[in-house]
C-alpha cells in the first residue's frame, strides 16, 4: 500500500466487495447503479453522469454512492460493461467464423447506436468486466478452428472491435454535426459532393477527379459497413488460417 493508504495500483472494480464499509446489507447492486447511469448518458451523454446525478437516480446520498463506486472512473467502467452485456451470444459457435464475427460486429453496431456515449468511453476504459469477458471468450470460441495462432486471433478481435468503434464514431459524429448544423446528413453530404464536383473541375485535383469518377455512389451504409468489416476478416483469412 502507498503511504496515503490508497492501492500503489490501479483496481478493478470487480476485484472489490460489492460494497465497502460496514453496516446493513448493501441497499443497491451495481448493476442497478451502472444502469441508473446509463439511462442518465443515453438521454444526455457521457458529460451528464456525476456521482451526484447518479446517487439522485438510485436514491442515495452522494457520499454513500462511494461506498458501491469509488469514482467516476470506476462506474464509467461498470457501465461500459453493462452495455456489452447486450450481446446476443450462441450457445456454441456456427462453425463459420467469418459469418459468426461479421454478426458480433453488427451486433456492437448497434448497441454503440442505441448508446452514442458507448464508443468515446470504450476507448478510454480498458478494464474488461465480467461481460466483456465472456465476450471475449465466445469469440475466442469462434475462432477456435481458424487456423490462427492465439496471437492473431486476439489481434483480429482487437482489430474487429477497433473497426467498429471507429465507424460508430464518425457515424455519430457526422449526426451531431447534422444536429447542430440544423441539416439532414443527406443535406450535408449534397452540399459536400456539390463542393467536390466545383473543384474537381479545376483540373487541380486529377486524381482525385479519376477516383471519383470510378467509384460510383457510396452505397447503402449497411451494406458499406459489411463490405468494410468482411475486408478486415479477409486479411486474416490468409495462408495462416485453415
Known sequence: ?????????????????????????????????????VRIADESGLAAVSMRRVATAVGCATMSLYNYVPGKGDLIDLMVDLAVGEYRLPDRPSGDWRADLLQLARQAREMMRRHPWLPGAVLSHTFLGPNALRYMEHSLAVLEHSGLDDALKLELISMLNGTVVSMASAEQAAAERAKESGHSPEQRQAAQAGYLTSAVATGQYPLIARVLAGSGPVGDPDEVFDRLIGRVLDAYAGPTAG
Open 1 to 37: 500500500m502507498a503511504a496515503s493508504g490508497r492501492a500503489a495500483g490501479p483496481e478493478v472494480i470487480w476485484a472489490r466487495p460489492e460494497r465497502t464499509g460496514r453496516g446493513p446489507r448493501p441497499a443497491f447492486t451495481r448493476d442497478e447503479i451502472a444502469e441508473a447511469a
